[in-house]
């Protein structure tokens, strides 16, 4: 069944390793189908790939093969919620380690440029404590953090 809204994100000539990646990272997550083009066209050739069906922890996604006019930004990202530090490190340091790059609060890039946000799930419950310290405590101890780290901000839940 073709679902009835899908994320289309553009790459440069690189949708089929982008999102082999994605599936052999994220769970949940899969490669369905290469399309290649039937005819040679400007800026490419019979045979290219020119999309990529695929999903992203359940999010149906297509990989257009677009060509170098658009980059990724941070105005769009994947949040990943994980249940633990195990979790946590092992999706960072995959996108990370992977040829991106890391920045604050839990986000990171992929080595395609698109941003991604590895938020365990302690921080979230955290941010909507009905206690407004506590909130208050986990938001400040996350804006020193890269990789967030769930001790710390247990700790910080805590007091």
């Known amino acids: 069944m073709i679902a009835k809204n899908t994320l289309c994100l553009w790459y440069d000539g690189t949708a089929e390793e982008a999102s082999a990646f994605y599936a052999a990272t994220f769970p949940d997550s899969s490669v369905q189908a290469v399309h290649r083009a039937p005819s040679d066209f400007p800026g490419g050739k019979k045979g290219d790939v020119l999309t990529v069906e695929f999903t992203v922890v359940g999010i149906p996604c297509i990989g257009l093969n677009g060509g170098p006019a658009f980059k990724h930004s941070e105005a769009f990202s994947f949040q990943i919620a994980t249940d633990d530090q195990a979790e946590t490190d092992r ?69």
């Open 91 to 159: 999706l960072w340091n995959a996108i990370v380690g992977n040829g991106g790059q890391e920045s604050d609060c839990g986000w990171c890039k992929d080595k395609w440029g698109l941003s991604w946000q590895i938020t365990p799930r302690v921080l979230t419950e955290a941010f909507n404590s009905t206690d407004p310290a506590v909130a208050k405590r986990a938001f400040e101890a996350m804006m020193t953090m890269k990789k967030i780290d769930v001790a710390r901000i247990e700790a910080a839940v805590r007091g």
